[in-house]
């Protein structure tokens, strides 16, 4: 009886997680290594990202209903996009019309909602996540926001 319990349990755990991440609109949100010459629509390259950062194909929007703020990256040099990808940094995101300072949730049974160089070094072409939270959905499609991550900044990226 305690074993057919057990996996009673543990499904129920498991159906529990994914409908989270169904909520957080992360169901699809696996990475695969793009191509390194192609930039998606929506894509911008602010001012010495590149170079300084080794990343491109830098890119915000919406998602879940408005609720997250998905913000995506791609690598290029390991290196370099190193101290972005560090777990001990903590991201955040501000509006520029409202200054309002906006935080990677933290569910208790997920943890954090970005991608970080924890398991080793980052990729070249793998493109990297991160998720702020947009409570009451005060950022909108075409509101210019900043992505700061320690040293790092992104600004005037436009959300689609």
């Not at 349990?9 to 529990?16: A, D, E, P, S, W």
């Not at 919406?62 to 972005?84: E, G, H, M």
């Amino acid at each position: 009886m305690a074993r057919i319990n057990g996996g009673f349990f543990l499904r129920r755990k498991i159906g529990m997680v994914f409908r989270v991440l169904v909520l957080l609109g992360l169901a699809g949100c696996a990475t695969t290594p793009a191509p390194l010459s192609t930039n998606p629509p929506g894509a911008v390259e602010p001012s010495g990202i590149r170079e300084r950062w080794g990343i491109d194909n830098v890119r915000i929007q919406l998602t879940a209903a408005s609720n997250i703020l998905d913000f995506r990256y791609r690598v290029i040099d390991p290196d370099k996009a190193l101290p972005i990808l560090d777990h001990k940094v903590k991201p955040y995101l501000v509006d520029q019309k409202s200054g309002a300072k906006f935080e990677v949730p933290m569910p208790p049974k997920i943890g954090s909602l970005r991608q970080t160089a924890r398991s080793g070094a980052p990729k070249a072409g793998k493109t990297y996540f991160i998720l702020f939270s947009n409570p009451g959905r005060s950022v909108e499609a075409g509101d210019k926001v900043t992505v700061v991550i320690g040293d790092f900044r992104a600004e005037n990226l436009i959300v689609r």
